[in-house]
């Protein structure tokens, strides 16, 4: 009798990397962005409203190259998270279930987010 060698363990290489899979991986990764950016628009906010001394360091900090580079992550991962979220809300709610659906679905919020981050880094730079 032929054994069936399936892996015991969950191994990255082993699963082929569909659509669905990389926005569900992707939605994971934006929303640890989203959380760890929470502090520095706290700090931000904090400037803005502070001293004329944290007015200037969180605006020289947002025109520096790690700002902006912040600033972008930052907001392309809003961009893709509330799109996603959105196609997420949809499935919870029982539209585009199919897999058809699912793998069109999340092909274009991935495109959607890609072409934004690309706009969002040359207005940016
Ligand atoms: C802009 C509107 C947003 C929408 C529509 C949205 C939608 C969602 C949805 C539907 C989920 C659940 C995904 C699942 O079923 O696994 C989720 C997860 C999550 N969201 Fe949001 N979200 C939004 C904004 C944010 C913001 C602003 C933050 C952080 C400051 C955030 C952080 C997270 C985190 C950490 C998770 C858990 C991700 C995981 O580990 O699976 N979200 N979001």
């Given at each position: 009798m032929a054994i069936k060698q399936a892996p015991l363990s969950p191994r990255l290489s082993i699963y082929r990397w569909l659509?669905?899979?990389?926005?569900?991986?992707?939605?994971?990764?934006?929303?640890?962005?989203?959380?760890?950016?929470?502090?520095?628009?706290?700090?931000?906010?904090?400037?803005?409203?502070?001293?004329?001394q944290d007015f200037d360091s969180a605006v020289a900090l947002l025109h520096s190259p790690l700002g902006r580079l912040g600033l972008w992550l930052a907001s392309a991962a809003l961009i893709y998270h509330f799109f996603n979220g959105i196609r997420f809300l949809c499935l919870d709610a029982g539209w585009g279930e199919s897999r058809d659906m699912m793998r069109n679905s999340a092909r274009v919020v991935i495109v959607i987010a890609a072409v934004a981050a690309i706009v969002l880094g040359v207005l940016l730079w």
């Open positions: 659509p669905g899979m990389i926005a569900s991986i992707a939605h994971r990764g934006s929303g640890v962005v989203l959380v760890l950016s929470v502090p520095c628009y706290l700090w931000i906010l904090h400037g803005m409203t502070g001293s004329p």
